[in-house]
């Protein structure tokens, strides 16, 4: 049994916690996860207050365990869902796109544990500063909204700098990418991901199958010139929005483009008009399964590599 700080802060069997995915992380998705050991996430994405209550209830019926609750801190509703999250005493809420100080307060109020996605060194010592009992260090080959850091980079850097539990992100699929983290510095690792083809997640069966399929260079990188690079599959989409991209069209018309596009490749499947967000460790995810298999192969994977190290040192 692996030991962990981060286990012992919120009370998870194993320190994994599932990504916090918009349109896919929703109360089943996240039950499931905790069920198995992990802590799960809800995404609230751009959603707004009811949407988020309505799925903390559903998660709150459906495990006993611990659960989070992912806020994009951009969100035109994020002061009120917020409040929501404060008001039902989420047990974990994380955080993306910014800094949470201004809700910080509220939140530790109610007894939460607030654990931001951190992009940077700076930001990890700025949240932690402000009461963040750990922090998610994402690196840029995670799928969705990124940074510029790589994970093998950024995770040491950020572990050195605060003395909070480090949870490991961007580009680990499997036990290989956990135990590396482990030696990064890191207590944790989240999966997005891998956690795409979960059973219980409601992701399209198009989405499933791109993951299934993916090749070690299937990803590429947009938004970058608007300062919100976003990683995704190469689609006729990604591929539009580029080539629009980088012909200088206003972010007016690239917004207009994007709009819905997650939400057609989420729920819809739909091949040509969808962004397929992922991670470049989609070319390492081969099968699909159940959250409490994907948590189990992980930890055995993870476990057998960490008890095999000493054999290296001569």
Known sequence: MIKSRICELIGLQYP?????????????????VSNAGGLGIISAGSADAAYVRDEV???????????????????????????????????????????????MKIWLEAGIKVIPVVPSVALAKKVESVGAAAVIAEGGESGGHIGELATMTLVPQVAEAVNIPVIAAGGIADGRGMAAAYMLGADAVQCGTRFLVADEC???????????????????????KGG??????????????????????????????GTGALRKAVMDGNAEEGCFMAGQ???????????????????????????????LVV
């Open 16 to 32: 994994i916690f599932q990504g916090g995915m918009a349109w896919v992380s929703e109360s089943k998705l996240a039950a499931a």
């Open 57 to 103: 209830r559903k998660c709150k019926q459906l495990t006993d365990k611990p659960f989070g609750v992912n806020v994009m801190l951009l969100s035109p509703f994020a002061a009120e869902v917020a409040q929501v999250l404060a008001d039902e005493k989420v047990p974990v809420i994380t955080t993306g796109a910014g800094n949470p100080g201004k809700f």
């Open 202 to 224: 409601r992701a399209s069966e198009v989405y499933k199958d791109k993951v299934i399929a993916a090749g070690d260079i299937e990803t590429i990188v947009t938004g970058r």
């Open 228 to 257: 919100h690079p976003v990683r995704a599959f190469k689609t006729p989409f990604t591929r539009k929005y580029a080539k629009m991209e980088q012909a200088g069209v206003s972010e007016e018309e690239l917004n207009k483009l």
């Open 281 to 311: 460790s989609a070319g390492m995810v081969h099968k699909r399964q159940s959250a409490a298999e994907i948590i189990r192969d992980l930890m055995e994977e993870c476990e057998a590599i960490l008890k095999n190290a000493p054999s």
